[in-house]
């Protein structure tokens, strides 16, 4: 019993076997770990582009919450100005388009436009009449800068970007409030301080890239194998 209670504490708790040295420092699997893993734009890119699965992954989820839509509970007249309004702004695509592209870049956001001289300022809803909207532009983490993270907890974007930069015309900076931008996540970040896309998530393909790949890697190789098989014929 003493030797046991030696291996045990030389070892570690857990399962170990001396004779093929599992859970011993000799071995192999001991010596596995995960690291950081990024993945830049054109990897993701490519990979949206090239491979059926990696889109499956990042479209369906985006097209199954716009596919019913939403109903509208008001009188049968203004439902009908509300979903001409609709209409006009494209909503139901735009917001495709940003869940879309959200969850394959990591982040994305519509970004209201009212006309104002200063989207710097916050958006005052009270403000904003009939047609008072002129467009809904959808705009992603890849021209669209997270500033410095909103830090006093009584605010309501605690935690988030308390404004956001927007490379606009002849590459001039617009910075605009976080009150004039929708925003959609990829993949949450557990913790903003350990996130390498400040103010923004990661894409949906980041955790499982590495399986799609050794899925689309082995496909093409038994593909290959059908070149070599060989059919035998005997004949008397």
């Known amino acids: 019993m003493g030797a046991v209670i030696d291996i045990a504490r030389r070892f570690g708790d857990g399962l170990t076997n001396l004779v093929s040295r599992m859970g011993t420092d000799r071995?192999?699997?001991?010596h596995s770990v995960y690291s950081e893993v990024i993945l830049d734009d054109a990897q993701l890119l490519n990979a949206y582009r090239g491979s059926w699965l990696p889109r499956k992954i990042v479209d369906i989820p985006a097209l199954?919450?716009?596919?019913?839509?939403?109903?509208?509970?008001?009188?049968?007249?203004?439902?009908?100005?509300i979903e001409a309004e609709e209409k006009r702004l494209n909503v139901r695509g735009k917001v495709l388009e940003a869940?879309?592209?959200?969850?394959?870049?990591?982040?994305?956001?519509?970004?209201?436009?009212?006309g104002d001289s200063d989207p710097s300022q916050p958006l005052d809803t009270e403000k904003v009449?009939?047609?008072?909207i002129k467009y809904l532009t959808v705009v992603t983490r890849r021209n669209l800068n997270a500033n410095e993270i909103e830090n006093d907890p009584e605010s309501e974007f605690y935690g988030k970007p308390s404004s956001y930069t927007l490379n606009g015309k002849q590459g001039q900076?617009?910075?605009?409030?976080?009150?004039?931008?929708?925003?959609?996540?990829?993949?949450?970040?557990?913790?903003?301080?350990?996130?390498?896309?400040?103010?923004?998530s990661d894409?949906?393909?980041?955790?499982?890239?590495?399986a799609v790949r050794n899925a689309d890697s082995t496909a093409a190789n038994v593909a290959s194998l059908v070149f070599?098989?060989?059919?035998?014929?005997n004949k008397a």
Do not use: Y
Request: charged share 25%.
């Open 99 to 114: 869940r879309t592209k959200a969850r394959l870049w990591g982040g994305a956001a519509i970004l209201i436009g009212t």
């Open 173 to 200: 900076p617009v910075t605009l409030h976080p009150s004039r931008l929708v925003i959609f996540q990829g993949a949450p970040v557990p913790d903003e301080d350990l996130n390498v896309n400040k103010g923004w």
């Open 64 to 81: 199954d919450s716009c596919r019913k839509w939403r109903d509208w509970q008001a009188d049968a007249a203004q439902i009908e100005k």
């Open 228 to 233: 070599e098989a060989k059919i035998h014929i």
């Open 27 to 30: 071995d192999k699997a001991t």
């Open 129 to 132: 009449k009939a047609g008072g």
């Open 203 to 210: 894409s949906v393909l980041t955790s499982i890239l590495e």
